[in-house]
C-alpha cells in the first residue's frame, strides 16, 4: 500500500471515533455484549484472496480464514456474515462500524497496532516474488530495471519499502485492486514479477497449475493476525479465547489439513 492519505485518513477516522482530545477511550467497551446483542458477527474481507477467503466455482464464499470465523460465530452464539470490501480502504470499513473485524491474511505491523486490537498471531507468513517460470529471473537481483506489481493496501508495499535496495533497483511499482488481477498482468507480460503472500502464491500456483513460481528469498516475515476496533477489548479476547479453545480440542488442526495439507496454524503455540 503506499503510505497516502488513504492509511493517514484511517488514521484520523479511527482516532476520533474511539479518542477523546486528552487520548483516552470516551466509551465503555461493551462491543461483545453489544456484538451478542446483534446476533451477527460480521467479517470484512478482499473475497479474491485464496486460501484464506475467496469465492468458489459457486459464487460462495470460502477459505481457511472463513472456516476458522464460521466456527468462532458458531461458539460465540451468533450469526457469521462475510462482508466484501475494498482492502485499500479496510481501517475507515473497521472504524464506521460496517463490519466487525478484519480477518483475511492481515499483517500485524506496529502502525496498524497503533489504531487497530489484534488477536494473537494465527499464521506465519512471508512477502516473497512471483515470477513466470520462462522469464529466466531467479533472484531478487535479477529483478534489476523490471517492473513488479503488488496489492494497493497490503504489506506488499511495507515489504518492498524495508528493503531499498531492491525497491530502487525497480523500474516501475504497479498496484492492482487484488493480486489475482497482478498475476494476471503477470502471465501476459505486464509486469515482471508480483510481490505477495507466501501462503496466498504457493496455493494459487498449485491450484491454478500456472506457469510461475516464487523466488527462495524473501523480502520480509509476517504474522496474520485479526484487528479489531481499537476500543474492542473484550470482543478481541473472546475470539482470541475462542480460537484457543478450538487449538486444543483439534478443530484448527482440522481446518489447517483441510486447506492447506497439514496443520501450519500458530494458535496457541
Given amino acids: 500500500m503506499k503510505k497516502s492519505a488513504t492509511f493517514l485518513i484511517a488514521v484520523i477516522a479511527t482516532a476520533g471515533l474511539f479518542f477523546g482530545c486528552n487520548g483516552k477511550s470516551s466509551k465503555a467497551d461493551n462491543s461483545l455484549s453489544e456484538l451478542k446483542g446483534r446476533g451477527v458477527f460480521v467479517l470484512g474481507l478482499d473475497d479474491s484472496f ?66 487497530l486490537s489484534f488477536t494473537k498471531p494465527y499464521l506465519n507468513n ?28 497490503s ?23 487484488q493480486n489475482l488481477l497482478a498475476l494476471t498482468d503477470l502471465s501476459i507480460g505486464g509486469v515482471d514479477g508480483v510481490v505477495m503472500d507466501i501462503v496466498v502464491a504457493e496455493y494459487s500456483i498449485k491450484t491454478a497449475g500456472l506457469p510461475f513460481h516464487t523466488l527462495s528469498e524473501s523480502l520480509a516475515s509476517e504474522e496474520y493476525g485479526i484487528a479489531f476496533r481499537k476500543n474492542d477489548i473484550k470482543l478481541t479476547n473472546e475470539v482470541q479465547s475462542i480460537l484457543e479453545q478450538m487449538a486444543a480440542d483439534g478443530t484448527v488442526a482440522a481446518i489447517s489439513k483441510k486447506w492447506f495439507g497439514n496443520d501450519i496454524s500458530v494458535i496457541g503455540r
Avoid at 516474488?129 to 493496501?153: C, E, F, H, P, T
Wanted: hydrophobic content about 40%.
Fill in 126 to 153: 512471508a512477502q516473497i516474488v512471483v515470477v513466470r517460470n520462462d522469464s529466466g529471473i531467479n533472484s531478487l537481483a535479477d529483478l534489476k530495471g523490471k517492473k513488479i506489481g503488488l496489492q494497493a493496501g
Fill in 155 to 177: 504489506s506488499a508495499q511495507d515489504a518492498v519499502d524495508a528493503n531499498p535496495d531492491f525497491k530502487n533497483s525497480l523500474a516501475d511499482i504497479i498496484p492492482f485492486e
Fill in 50 to 115: 485464496p486460501p484464506l477467503g475467496f469465492r468458489d466455482e459457486n459464487n460462495e464464499i470460502t477459505g481457511y480464514d472463513i472456516d476458522l470465523a464460521k466456527e468462532v460465530s458458531k461458539r460465540l452464539g451468533v450469526t457469521f456474515k462475510a462482508q466484501p470490501i475494498n482492502w485499500d480502504a479496510k481501517e475507515q470499513e473497521l472504524s464506521t462500524g460496517n463490519i466487525d473485524c478484519i480477518w483475511n491474511g492481515l499483517t500485524i505491523t506496529e502502525e496498524r497496532k497503533a489504531i
